[in-house]
């Protein structure tokens, strides 16, 4: 698969990241990524292209519209019908596994945290999602027919809404780095961490991250949960996903004496360079309106446009600078270069 470079910006060095050129981005409710359940690898495959196949109706649902008028909720029948290439969810060396693990999926037992509308209960619906035909004779064109209840699909569907109707609680992520992950915890992680991206971080106690995940007597200690799942699914992700997180940040750890009891996920999204191009075009095009900068007063900044740039942090000092020139106009004789030196410090100490 073709790759596209962008560039993410860290504090002291330069992060090359490189993402899928073809980039189906999925909308799932918070419930499902919150759904507490231990598949394998291959079973969290088919569970992403699932929640795929659901998008139309999940996006109906997201604009106000009613999702049970499409044709597979329509069907004769108590199921919602999906079709799954397989082809798309393994490599030919892989199909026996996928025969194993789509039929446990209707054995594995799955809870998804849900509020009932009316009352506002909180609630957990236990049970198997999905029942799951795989053909006897499989080959790379052979289809998997998912069935899944439909007031089943009805919860990994619908979204909660806040009181103007508009839709709360929802994630989004890139399917092609969900399923091409190789660890079975990267594409949950990553679902989780991407819920939070807008936020910033997030906060788990070791016990609600075990609970999440299903894990049971694995990885008893912090070492194991660590070396286990946390540094292979940040490695996984660093450099190759749009967001991710640092376990060896010295915040990431929440302590008890020496005891680690609880988990800081800050996320860390990559700028994206062409992004980043726009952002420093529209500063430099504000330092020629208001400041009448030349491209030689533009060259004396190119500190603050290489790997450290802030948009926020520069546009907020511009607002600042500008009503501060303006004040002072009779006492500060030449506003460029009291811009740019004023740039460059503040830029120096935010890069310390």
């Not at 509308?117 to 799951?132: D, E, S």
Request: glycine share 6%; proline share 3%; charged share 25%.
């Amino acid at each position: 698969m073709a790759k596209k470079t962008v560039i993410k910006k860290t504090a002291k060095k330069k992060k090359i990241v490189v993402l899928p050129s073809l980039r189906d981005i999925v909308y799932i409710p918070n419930k499902v990524t919150e759904a507490q359940y231990d598949y394998t690898l291959i079973q969290e495959r088919i569970f992403n292209f699932i929640m795929f196949n659901l998008q139309e109706a999940i996006k109906l649902n997201m604009n106000g519209g009613n999702y049970q008028q499409l044709e597979m909720f329509t069907t004769v029948g108590n199921t919602v019908k999906i079709v799954l290439p397989l082809k798309n969810i393994a490599l030919p060396q892989q199909y026996k596994d996928v025969r194993t693990s789509a039929k446990q999926l209707a054995s594995i037992v799955v809870g998804i945290p849900y509020t009932e509308k009316g009352t506002g209960r909180k609630y957990t619906r236990y049970q198997g999602l999905f029942k799951v035909s795989v053909p006897d004779e499989i080959s790379r064109n052979s289809d998997l027919l998912v069935e899944i209840e439909k007031e089943v699909a009805k919860l990994l569907v619908e979204l909660e809404m806040n009181n103007n109707g508009k839709p709360k609680g929802y994630t989004s992520f890139i399917l092609q780095i969900a399923v091409q992950s190789k660890n079975k915890y990267t594409s949950r992680i990553y679902k989780k961490i991407s819920s939070w991206k807008e936020k910033g971080g997030f906060y788990m106690s070791i016990k609600e991250f075990r609970d999440w995940l299903q894990l049971g007597d694995k990885y008893p200690t912090y070492g194991d949960l660590k070396k286990r799942i946390l540094v292979p699914v940040q490695q996984e992700l660093e450099g190759k996903a749009d967001c991710w997180f640092n376990c060896a940040e010295t915040s990431f750890e929440k302590r008890d004496g020496k005891t680690v009891v609880g988990l800081n996920f800050k996320v860390i999204t990559p700028v994206l360079e062409q992004e980043k191009e726009i952002q420093s075009d529209y500063i430099k095009n504000l330092l020629r309106m208001h400041f009448s900068f030349k491209d030689v007063d533009l060259s004396q900044l190119e500190p603050i446009f290489g790997q450290e740039f802030d948009y926020s942090r520069i546009t907020n000092t511009l607002t600042r600078l500008h009503g501060h020139v303006k004040a002072n106009k009779a006492t500060i004789n030449n506003p460029k270069a009291y811009i740019i030196q004023s740039l460059l410090k503040e830029h120096e100490q935010a890069s310390q």
